[in-house]
């Protein structure tokens, strides 16, 4: 009863044509069971892809980007979709409120906070907004300050803000390969350069192009001593890294459910500090919702919309409960360092932030510093290999992030690595 034989029959198990999804999860964690009782190593890697929805041809690398919702939660998401078909009025008027509650419950728990300040909104960028576009930049303080690794969605709405205000901005650029203690150091530099005038400081917590851990407790530190408040752009941390958001000591915290969770696309939550929630406002104002406090209450409702996503939550919390999130955290982590490694070797260049600072997705220096060159390279990817990883130009030379993922292995960083140079030579030719 070979591994190769197990792998085989989860496929079938997982067809499009599936068995009940607890047939489906329960048959994948018997062959991560075998595989450790045959001392063959991780139950995670391609044991696991039947788990989700991929095409056959297609590996993806990408997990950063859009995230990939099991099938179960995928499953269950739909189920909630088709109960509000049955009945809508009983749907919207009735059920709802209740079971977001629930949801809120959970996932609250799971991020270390209180449900009690924290909504759902549809995306990280909704969140940023509801923020960004709620605070008034008046009197002294009308200072905005971000990084220069800052999501571009955060720049462009901090330059919508600047437009529609009175509001500054002010950029912090850093240069990487760096430490945090050098992050923190030029961010406070800055402040200091403007003390009373900058009223928020927004950061990332895991960067997203180049990919990094940003030392954001110690930098919300050094904005309250300040008298400044803190947005932290969270969107790739939930289920990438473990979470606590009442330590960070942040004023704001926005995160994505749907990119390192496995729940569905749709799926965010917006986290106020209790002291600041009389400030922010959805970008939908509605007032028609219901909720525990007046801030709960203005985001429940801004018009019909699908709560299936937000409900799908509570099933991607028990799909890692099943595989353990210790163990996903450590494997995709392990992974994306290792396969960083393997790709620096096989293209003869280097990583380009310290394991200290890496999650699962790593950044390798291309064997090219020809941007226009490797700007094809993501399209010919897709083409010709099934599979899409973002590349880009920093500080003079070029970059791939990969993503590692529990439905990945080391083979398939190989497999990039030898698609990539296949590729260069033929564009170098």
Not at 41 to 59: D, I, K, M, V
Not at 176 to 196: F, H, M, N, Q, S
Not at 293 to 298: D, H, N, P, R
């Amino acid at each position: 009863f070979g591994r190769r034989r197990v792998l085989i029959r989860a496929r079938v198990i997982a067809s499009p044509k599936m068995l009940p999804r607890s047939l489906v999860f329960g048959a994948v964690l018997l062959v991560s069971a075998l595989c450790l009782a045959r001392g063959q190593g991780s139950p995670f890697g391609h044991a696991l892809r039947p788990l989700f929805g991929f095409a056959a041809n297609y590996t993806n690398l990408n997990h950063g980007s859009y995230g990939a919702p099991p099938r179960s939660v995928t499953a269950k998401s739909n189920s909630y979709r088709d109960e509000m078909e049955l009945g809508p009025d009983v749907w919207f008027r009735y059920k709802i409120y209740d079971r977001v509650d629930r949801v809120r419950e959970l996932i609250a728990t799971y991020l270390g906070a209180a449900a009690k300040d924290l909504v759902f909104v549809d995306n990280a960028s909704q969140g940023i907004n509801s923020v960004l576009r709620s605070l008034r930049f008046e009197g002294v303080r009308t200072k905005m300050l971000f990084l220069n690794v800052a999501y571009q969605m955060v720049k462009n709405t901090m330059q919508y803000v600047h437009n529609m205000s009175d509001a500054q901005l002010l950029v912090v650029n850093i240069s990487i390969p760096t430490t945090p203690e050098a992050i923190v150091k030029a961010v406070t530099e800055e402040l200091d350069r403007y003390p009373g005038e900058v009223l928020l400081a927004s950061f990332s917590h895991i960067t997203s192009i180049p990919a990094m851990i940003l030392p954001v407790k110690e930098l919300a530190a050094a904005c309250r001593a300040r008298g400044v408040l803190v947005l932290i752009d969270g969107a790739h941390v939930p289920g990438q890294i473990a979470l606590n958001i009442a330590a960070i000591g942040a004023d704001f915290y926005v995160g994505n459910g749907h990119k390192w969770l496995y729940s569905p696309q749709g799926s965010a939550f917006l986290w106020v500090a209790p002291e600041r929630q009389h400030l922010i406002f959805p970008t939908v104002i509605s007032l028609e919702g219901q909720g525990q406090s007046f801030f709960q209450m203005a985001f429940s409702w801004l018009g019909t919309a699908d709560y299936s996503p937000f409900l799908a939550v509570e099933d991607a919390l028990q799909f890692r409960a099943g595989l353990g999130e210790t163990a996903i955290i450590n494997y995709m982590h392990t992974l994306a360092v290792d396969g960083g490694r393997l790709l620096a070797a096989r293209w003869g260049t280097e990583l380009l932030v310290p394991e200290n600072m890496t999650a699962a997705m790593v950044n390798v220096r291309l064997p090219t510093d020809n941007v226009t060159l490797a700007s094809m390279l993501p399209g010919l990817l897709l083409d010709e290999y099934g599979t899409w990883v973002p590349a880009y130009a920093w500080q003079g030379h070029t970059y791939m992030r990969v993503s590692a993922q529990i439905y990945l292995e080391l083979q398939d960083f190989d497999f990039l690595a030898a698609a990539v140079l296949t590729l260069l030579r033929r564009l170098a030719a």
